[in-house]
């Protein structure tokens, strides 16, 4: 190959922070996007010159320098000249420990102290540049809820830089679709709370997120939430959600909304509170674009999720119609993501009594009481006796109804 090509970024801070290495990403020094298209790699950058190895598909950029030329994080101008150093390339990277290199040899390349950092468990940014682009505050956030476990701690000059960018406006620079991204990505990390408690921080949760970050400080009843405070208990169910699929860490990220605009004369009770949360999830799903798929669950969890909690003190016909708005008869994916869901909230708070959830089962004993049924039979019947449409739904309803009773009985 033309150039010098060097190993860097995640593969080797992993490697030295002893993790497991998801992506190679390789830099190439002193080579041109004609060189490379030359030796079959293929491109896929669209701001620069990034390409793909023909067999192995690790990507392999040009090395190169940015300068800030507008606001937001796409307002850059980049330069891939083969002149361009290795050094040049790694003082453009955000933190120290991204802005380490390796050589064919496996020998490290490391002049901005990453390793240093690693061993200190310190995030701390290579230059002043840092404060030119906000995702960086993102990214911080993300490390943090990958590392936090590790005792990982960020920088105190950073984590001004990082106000600097609040402070600023260039974090409302950000698009939805990239801040959606960052949150994604951090939900199924190690510490899915620390993502949001640096961001609140260093003030850009209520940029952002201003509809999370209202509930530190909201009292909870004691007697349910050990840990009174709103904000607190909202970043344990988080963490009790990180190995669930994000659509369900998503849903129980803003489960609990609703608290955040209690009128203050009924606090600590929150009563009522799932119906006044469904518009607001609504609305940071519309402003973060999220699919449709995790808005959905989203509103029904934030709706219904004391239904589950309370799930054997309900009637058998109130347990169906629950069946019936979570469309879990036709979706069955949707009671259990909902049930997920359900636990990580009620697990997710202070003390021991809280560490079981038995109506997770019960849901899904009911639900399955329900599914048994008939219908078949009950389809047959109906059509025999000429009846259709709504009389055969009804009797549907109704044996689904007459089942959840007896099995509920049961678990009694």
Same mark, same amino acid.
């Given at each position: 190959?033309?150039? =010098?090509?060097?190993?860097? +970024?995640?593969?080797?801070?992993?490697?030295?922070?002893?993790?497991?290495? &998801?992506?190679?990403d390789?830099?190439?020094?002193?080579?041109?996007?004609?060189?490379?298209?030359?030796q079959?790699?293929?491109?896929? +950058?669209?701001?620069?010159?990034?390409?793909?190895?023909?067999?192995?598909?690790? =990507?392999?950029a040009?090395?190169?320098?940015e300068?800030?030329?507008?606001?937001?994080?796409?307002?850059f101008?980049?330069?891939? #000249?083969?002149?361009?150093? *290795?050094?040049?390339?790694?003082?453009?990277?955000?933190?120290?420990?991204?802005?380490?290199?390796?050589?064919?040899?496996?020998?490290?390349?490391?002049?901005?102290?990453?390793?240093?950092?690693?061993?200190?468990?310190?995030?701390?940014?290579?230059?002043p540049?840092?404060?030119? $682009?906000?995702?960086?505050?993102?990214?911080?956030?993300?490390?943090?809820a990958?590392?936090?476990?590790m005792?990982?701690t960020?920088?105190?000059?950073?984590l001004a830089?990082?106000?600097?960018?609040?402070?600023?406006? =260039?974090?409302?620079?950000?698009?939805?679709?990239?801040?959606?991204?960052?949150? &994604?990505?951090? *939900?199924?990390?190690?510490?899915?709370?620390?993502?949001?408690?640096? /961001?609140?921080?260093?003030?850009?949760?209520?940029?952002? *997120?201003?509809e999370?970050?209202?509930?530190w400080g909201?009292?909870?009843?004691?007697?349910?939430?050990?840990?009174?405070?709103?904000?607190?208990?909202?970043?344990? @169910?988080?963490?009790?959600? &990180? $190995?669930?699929?994000?659509?369900?860490?998503?849903?129980?990220?803003?489960?609990? /909304? +609703?608290?955040?605009?209690?009128?203050?004369?009924?606090?600590?009770?929150?009563?009522?509170?799932e @119906?006044a949360g469904?518009p607001?999830?609504?609305?940071?799903s519309d402003?973060?674009?999220?699919?449709?798929?995790?808005?959905?669950?989203a509103?029904?969890?934030c709706?219904?999720? *004391?239904?589950?909690?309370?799930?054997?003190?309900?009637?058998?016909?109130?347990?169906?119609? /629950?069946?019936q708005?979570?469309? @879990?008869?036709?979706?069955p994916?949707? /009671?259990?993501?909902?049930?997920?869901?359900?636990?990580?909230?009620?697990?997710?708070?202070?003390?021991?009594?809280?560490?079981?959830?038995?109506?997770?089962?019960?849901?899904?004993?009911?639900? !399955?009481?329900?599914?048994?049924? #008939?219908?078949?039979?009950?389809?047959? =019947?109906y059509?025999?006796?000429?009846?259709?449409?709504?009389?055969? +739904?009804q009797?549907?309803?109704?044996?689904?109804?007459?089942?959840?009773?007896?099995?509920? !009985?049961?678990?009694?």
């Amino acid at each position: 190959m033309s150039g =010098e090509t060097y190993l860097v +970024g995640g593969a080797v801070r992993d490697q030295l922070l002893g993790l497991p290495i &998801k992506d190679r990403d390789f830099v190439v020094v002193g080579s041109s996007p004609e060189a490379m298209m030359a030796q079959g790699f293929l491109p896929v +950058g669209n701001d620069f010159p990034v390409f793909l190895h023909p067999e192995t598909k690790d =990507e392999y950029a040009l090395a190169r320098t940015e300068r800030k030329s507008g606001v937001g994080y796409h307002g850059f101008m980049f330069n891939t #000249d083969p002149t361009v150093t *290795l050094e040049d390339d790694l003082l453009r990277r955000d933190l120290t420990i991204n802005a380490m290199a390796m050589d064919a040899n496996g020998q490290l390349i490391d002049p901005h102290g990453g390793a240093q950092d690693i061993e200190n468990k310190v995030l701390r940014h290579v230059s002043p540049a840092f404060a030119e $682009d906000p995702l960086r505050v993102l990214r911080v956030a993300r490390f943090m809820a990958r590392l936090a476990p590790m005792g990982f701690t960020i920088h105190p000059d950073t984590l001004a830089m990082m106000k600097t960018l609040v402070d600023s406006g =260039e974090i409302k620079t950000l698009v939805a679709e990239r801040v959606w991204q960052e949150i &994604k990505n951090s *939900l199924n990390t190690a510490q899915p709370s620390a993502f949001f408690t640096t /961001l609140r921080e260093c003030g850009a949760l209520a940029v952002l *997120l201003p509809e999370i970050d209202c509930l530190w400080g909201v009292p909870q009843t004691k007697q349910w939430h050990p840990e009174i405070d709103t904000g607190i208990h909202a970043m344990l @169910a988080i963490d009790q959600a &990180k $190995d669930l699929d994000n659509v369900v860490a998503y849903a129980v990220m803003v489960h609990d /909304l +609703g608290k955040g605009i209690t009128p203050d004369h009924i606090l600590p009770s929150h009563k009522g509170h799932e @119906a006044a949360g469904v518009p607001l999830v609504k609305a940071v799903s519309d402003r973060l674009k999220v699919p449709k798929d995790y808005k959905d669950l989203a509103i029904k969890v934030c709706r219904w999720h *004391l239904h589950s909690h309370t799930i054997m003190e309900l009637k058998a016909r109130t347990i169906d119609k /629950l069946f019936q708005s979570l469309d @879990a008869y036709r979706q069955p994916q949707n /009671l259990e993501n909902f049930v997920l869901a359900c636990q990580a909230d009620a697990t997710g708070r202070w003390g021991d009594e809280f560490k079981t959830y038995h109506q997770a089962d019960q849901v899904r004993s009911l639900f !399955q009481a329900a599914q048994n049924i #008939d219908q078949k039979a009950i389809v047959a =019947e109906y059509q025999a006796k000429g009846h259709q449409g709504i009389m055969l +739904g009804q009797a549907i309803r109704q044996a689904r109804i007459a089942a959840i009773k007896v099995a509920k !009985q049961s678990l009694e």
